[in-house]
């Protein structure tokens, strides 16, 4: 372009001629021939400086825009240029001032209350940055990005129902608005409502299906819900826009774990961590999959790098206990879970597992005050009531044992174990009905459980219910023929019965699986009596005569009724 003449305003109409085709060097060229003519030309130094910030010459153009105000102070849009590139600086609280100064002289420029919203925010002070918005919006009420900013300041002040209403807004005047979608299903994520957030990714994607973080969203939500096979299908489109991003590698891999897919979550694990060495959570995570593989010296491996990277988180000390637990290292465990209680004291299963530990080493005071931790944290917790009362039960307390099966089974009457322990209980205690009702609980649950058919007998034995007693003792042989004791039992019922021929083939097969069973043999020789043998009577009990003191008097606090 050539010009006749070399006014100011020439040069200036050439500048924005070049800037208007993006050739922004050249636009400055000119806007300088202007500013030599005339130093004090507002328009000259402000379009060099609107060249320049098109140019990311953001401090060059301040440099204009600072000229530019001392030139004309009253010009509101020269105070919003200057604003404007503060902002780009990240100068963040000067940007606030210039564009206050801006809308002091034209407070119906949308731009000015809008950049002063986006620094108000980006220094954390939302609430004023609202403010600024509901300008912008108020002034234009279509404003797109203006609504999309409100709804963000909006979320940042945790007024999330407000904040979706910014971004339906934002939907209504542009429904394939896919950055709305994604805002709108973040928030939704946030309130945990996942079908919504699902519902809401899916328009996102829809539209634009090409915005891994999107995918990455939605397959979240669906994890949250439990969705494990479609979460992965989306961590999936995730990672083919988005390979190396570390966190949607692990958490495909924490989907794959909860479906039990172990050696695919490792897997998953492994690339997280070659693509992030330092991502949180990967060593505790691989380590419990090694665990479910079975792989515990690896997964013991993995917990102490998890424990170098993290000593103090809580949960990392409790999975490690769990694993020594599991290799019935109870001592190890105690340590962990010991660890894991000084930093997080309310842990209620690192506190269970600890009184699990405890028992197992035999150490049931200690166990004791484990689980009646746990139940003063969860009153609710049936299992550590029940455990609780196992604990006493071994210590001969069976009181307080029995109080604490009864309020196991307050929370949860339904538990048939318990029943039967509680059964133990009232048995030891000669509470032989009480017993029974408690029998007959477990056995409608577990009629396969020899113990419990036993334990019945023997209390129905007590009662003097012979006959009842013999038809739970045959229940149990027929699930366990070899339990010798049984026949005993059994026998000697059936002498009181008068049913002394069935008995001795009790006693038999008692014999027969220990000739030397002094119950058997005493049995055998009342029976005989009964029937009129005294002559081979006589032989069964030359034979307890002749077995050592010390065996029948082990022996003697075993026989029932004879």
Avoid at 91 to 107: F, N, T, Y
Avoid at 110 to 135: Q, T, V
Avoid at 392 to 420: F, Q, S, T
Avoid at 490 to 505: K, P, Q, T, W
Wanted: proline share 3%; aromatic share 10%; charged share 25%.
């Amino acid at each position: 372009m050539e010009l006749p003449w070399k006014s100011v305003e020439a040069w200036c109409k050439k500048g924005r001629a070049y800037a208007e085709q993006g050739q922004y060097d050249r636009a400055v060229e000119c806007y300088d021939q202007a500013i030599r003519q005339n130093t004090g030309a507002g328009d000259a130094w402000y379009h060099k400086g609107l060249a320049l910030a098109a140019a990311r010459r953001h401090r060059e153009a301040l440099e204009c825009f600072d000229q530019v105000v001392r030139i004309d102070p009253t010009c509101g849009r020269f105070w919003l240029a200057r604003g404007q590139t503060l902002y780009d600086l990240g100068e963040c609280r000067e940007a606030i001032g210039s564009c206050g100064q801006a809308v002091k002289l034209a407070p119906d420029s949308a731009n000015a209350w809008f950049i002063r919203g986006h620094a108000l925010r980006k220094i954390g002070l939302s609430p004023e940055a609202i403010e600024c918005y509901d300008r912008v919006v108020a002034l234009e009420p279509n404003r797109i990005d203006a609504w999309l900013a409100r709804g963000t300041a909006l979320a940042a002040e945790r007024r999330y129902e407000a904040a979706i209403e910014c971004y339906d807004r934002v939907v209504a005047l542009e429904p394939k608005n896919a950055n709305a979608w994604y805002a709108r299903g973040t928030i939704e994520t946030l309130l945990s409502r996942y079908e919504d957030a699902i519902a809401s990714y899916g328009q996102a994607v829809a539209i634009d299906p090409n915005h891994a973080e999107t995918w990455y969203n939605r397959g979240c939500a669906l994890s949250a819900l439990k969705r494990y096979d479609e979460a992965i299908g989306c961590f999936d489109r995730a990672i083919a826009l988005r390979p190396d991003d570390a966190e949607t590698w692990y958490n495909r891999g924490r989907a794959l774990q909860n479906l039990e897919r172990y050696e695919e979550a490792l897997d998953c694990y492994e690339r997280a961590f070659r693509i992030n060495p330092d991502y949180p959570g990967i060593w505790n995570h691989k380590a419990t999959v090694l665990k479910k593989l079975k792989r515990y010296d690896l997964s013991l491996a993995c917990f102490d790098r998890a424990l170098r990277v993290n000593a103090v988180d809580a949960e990392i000390w409790h999975q490690k206990g769990l694993l020594y637990f599991t290799l019935k290292r109870y001592g190890d465990a105690i340590e962990c879970l010991s660890q894991a209680l000084k930093l997080q004291p309310g842990h209620t299963d690192a506190e269970y597992y600890r009184g699990e530990s405890y028992y197992a080493l035999g150490n049931c005071e200690a166990a004791i005050d484990c689980y009646r931790a746990v139940v003063r944290l969860n009153p609710e917790n049936a299992v550590a009531w029940n455990n609780c009362g196992n604990a006493l039960y071994h210590l001969k307390h069976y009181e307080e044992a029995l109080v604490c099966y009864e309020r196991a089974l307050e929370i949860d009457p339904e538990n048939r174990r318990v029943w039967n322990n509680k059964a133990s209980v009232l048995s030891v205690l000669s509470h032989y009905d009480k017993a029974l009702v408690c029998y007959d609980q477990e056995l409608l649950a577990h009629p396969e459980n020899a113990d419990a058919w036993y334990n019945k007998g023997v209390a129905l034995f007590v009662l003097g219910r012979y006959s009842e007693a013999v038809t739970c003792y045959a229940h149990v042989l027929e699930i366990d023929p070899a339990r010798a004791e049984v026949w005993n039992t059994m026998g000697n019922a059936l002498v009181i019965l008068e049913r002394s021929e069935e008995a001795l083939e009790c006693y038999d097969l008692a014999l027969a699986a220990s000739p030397d069973d002094i119950e058997a043999l005493n049995g055998k020789a009342v029976a005989l009596i009964n029937l009129d043998r005294p002559a081979e009577a006589a032989k069964y009990y030359e034979r307890l005569q002749r077995l050592p003191a010390w065996q029948r008097e082990r022996n003697s606090g075993k026989r029932k009724g004879l």
